[in-house]
């Protein structure tokens, strides 16, 4: 079975400081691990995505995330807090069978 | 229109109605999604359908009923629901099957409430 933990379910940055949305899985199998993020009254958009390729993978809008497999861990970093930044983001967990597995998410608030 | 659309946005209905949302994808994907988001909750996945065929059914009331004419349409049929059935429903559409699993691309949402 898998499951994802988003380790903090609020994160307040002030613009232009890094911003650290933090997620650990667990699976009983080689994961492809997913970001996407939610604004208001929108749908899920996919920010990126890791698929054992490289272990540093870079999304849109200057975010990037760091597959670590010795600490099952996939958080997702952005150098500098923009105020358009500020929504819901969810780690995603998918199986072989193509089922996805989600974290109850972390509302990101960014202050100017 | 591009990506996943989905309509209604909004949606009211009392216990005693029958509503239908429906979700048109336009990416030509042969694998569609109904998922629930409730507050405070993680998206749960309903119903998959891969070719038209559903593939999973995770355990979902009866009084959800989906719908896969084809490819492009998803419905889901809403009858005697209770309040606590309100939630955001989404839908999403990928790829399946060649060896790839695409990444899922979702719509809008319905922001259902049962009164």
Known sequence: AQSVTQLDSHVSVSEGTPVLLRCNYSSSYSPS??????????????????TSAATLVKGINGFE???????????????????????????????????????????????? | ETGVTQTPRHLVMGM????????????????????????KKPLEL?????????TENNSVPSRFSPECPNSSHLFLHLHTLQPEDSALYLC????????????????????????
């Open chain 2, 92 to 115: 999403a559409s990928s790829q399946v099957g060649g060896g790839l699993e695409n990444e899922q691309f979702f719509g809008p949402g319905t922001r259902l409430t049962v009164l």
């Open chain 2, 46 to 54: 309903m119903f998959v359908y891969n070719f038209k065929e559903q």
């Open chain 1, 65 to 112: 995330a760091e597959f670590k497999k010795s600490e099952t861990s996939f958080h997702l970093t952005k150098p500098s807090a923009h105020m358009s930044d500020a929504a819901e983001y969810f780690c995603v967990v998918r199986v072989p069978n193509g089922k996805l597995t989600f974290g109850q998410g972390t509302i990101l608030t960014v202050h100017p």
């Open chain 2, 16 to 39: 005693t109605n029958k509503k239908s949302l429906k979700c048109e994808q336009h990416l030509g994907h042969n694998a569609m999604y109904w998922y629930k988001q409730s507050a």
């Open chain 1, 33 to 50: 691990l997913f970001w996407y993020v939610q604004h208001p009254n929108k749908g899920l958009q996919l920010l990126l995505k890791y």
